[in-house]
């Protein structure tokens, strides 16, 4: 945990940033974020994030804090991190720091705004080719799971679970439906069309995601955003995960069970491929 | 917002207590809280209120830090609250500083623990039988209510639409049920009958909750633990919300519609006399 961050509009040693304990985004979760990444110091649709940062402070009501794109760039800069295969930006905002009150602080404060960049490593082109694993999870998030909000408990407790039963991703389930990763979206594969939960509130809606969807268009691939039972979910002849951090990753075991042949399908590799021929199209970066 | 806070470990003015924006009570909420309420520096029911707490940590799997009685005294002590009518301490622990993953910290961190004091300005005799509005709003919590977690943005916005609606309290519905308030609980009355709803994932085991039921069952006032739909509570003859700093607070009007006959009523008052001999005996201090 090193590196140069920004905080309320200062760029600090890391060591040295330090917010109040009475900041609403500590005793309230009052608060957005946002991971955008970078391959080759270049963003990948960080108008996206921004814009959904910005939809987010609309329906919260918080301030929405200019300079954000600029603010990216910065970071890279001082974190040498212009060269990078990949990196990612950590960005948060608070409703700021008030005397504790349920209600907003009347008047209102400034926004508490904290940010930070840092490598990212991506899997080896072995690991990916392997496959990861996944295990199902009830989710317990609040009724707006469409707002990156930093409420995250759920998802804490959702990706310990995973983690301690050997699993790479947490496949949350509600009402018996797959709907989402607990920090990515997931596409299934039956026959030879993917399917997707759609966008409601019940989802984050993931940039990524949005890409796929455009890429699987494109590439002639019939998608249906409609629900998915956990129970087809084990019925998938592939099934992946798609985040920022996550990109295309497939699954090729669900729940202790082999994903289709518990092998990485054609057509998460044909997404897979088509992403990184996009990154490096927007980012004018080889990824592979 | 002044006064001597206690932050892992140290004693320090409110002024110079400082985290590090790599908490994840910041991160992701992930942290519990409680507010313990004294009368005259004596506290009430300070072993419950820790119970909770440590119930709290078991379920999220934190460390429950040692000391906290003798904190709570100390931080009465060194706000010179001691001879307050009634004051608060509020506590929040959280699972530490780590570098941001969504699972646990791996090896774990020492918890952050930060508790202030302040005194608590009661309402008038003359505006408790009055009476208070409040207002119904959607429930949009996570499945987990009965914890006491920090991840209180639905209960932010639910509190900030009563305010905007002119009431003092929210009204939590879900699936047509009255559950309880955004940091309260709700009583009503049918007949000579108290209802409220059955202790569950639902709403949060509230302390003043227990003392209530325990006082109506002491006074042969009938009590019903069962779901209440927000069609009935527009029915009820009296609501009353109990809480740490609601103590028992009548509702005259709901969602801009009388209450029975639209003044405190009989049982509301019956509690609130024995809460407060309850406070005056368990604390030593004569509240009216």
């Given at each position: 945990m090193g590196g140069t961050v920004f905080l309320n509009g200062e760029?600090?040693?890391?060591?040295r940033a330090r917010i109040s304990?009475?900041?609403?985004?500590?005793?309230?979760?009052?608060?957005?974020?946002?991971?955008?990444?970078?391959?080759?110091?270049?963003?990948?649709?960080?108008?996206?994030?921004?814009?959904?940062?910005?939809r987010g402070t609309k329906e919260l009501r918080m301030a929405f804090p200019q300079g954000l794109e600029e603010l990216h760039r910065e970071l890279l800069r001082r974190n040498d991190l212009e060269d990078e295969e990949m990196s990612i930006v950590y960005l948060q905002v608070t409703r700021g720091?008030?005397?504790?009150?349920?209600?907003?602080?009347?008047p209102s404060v400034p926004a508490t705004v904290y940010a930070w960049a840092r490598a990212f490593e991506r899997p080896t082109r072995e690991a990916w080719e392997k496959g990861f694993s996944a295990v199902s999870v009830v989710d317990r998030r609040w009724a707006r799971a469409d707002l990156k909000t930093i409420q995250l408990l759920p998802q804490v407790l959702a990706q310990q679970d995973a983690r301690e039963g050997g699993a790479t991703d947490a496949l949350l389930v509600r009402d018996g439906l797959a709907l989402e990763g607990a920090h990515n979206n997931v596409f299934f594969v039956f026959g030879d069309t993917l399917a997707t939960h759609p966008a409601s509130n019940q989802i984050l809606p993931g940039i990524t995601r949005e890409i796929v969807l455009g890429l699987a268009r494109e590439n002639g691939i019939p998608v249906k955003e409609r629900p998915v039972s956990l129970a087809e979910a084990h019925q998938a002849a592939e099934i992946f995960f798609t985040g920022t951090t996550t990109e295309v990753r497939p699954t090729v075991r669900l729940d202790g069970r082999p994903v289709g042949e518990g092998t990485v399908g054609p057509l998460t590799r044909r997404l897979q491929?088509?992403?990184?021929?996009?990154?490096s199209r927007e980012c004018g970066a080889a990824v592979t």
């Open positions: 760029f600090m040693p890391r060591s304990p009475d900041d609403r985004g500590f005793l309230f979760g009052d608060g957005l974020y946002e991971v955008t990444p970078a391959y080759g110091g270049r963003f990948l649709a960080l108008d996206r994030h921004l814009a959904r940062l910005q720091t008030a005397p504790r009150t349920h209600h907003f602080p009347d491929t088509a992403f990184l021929a996009r990154v």
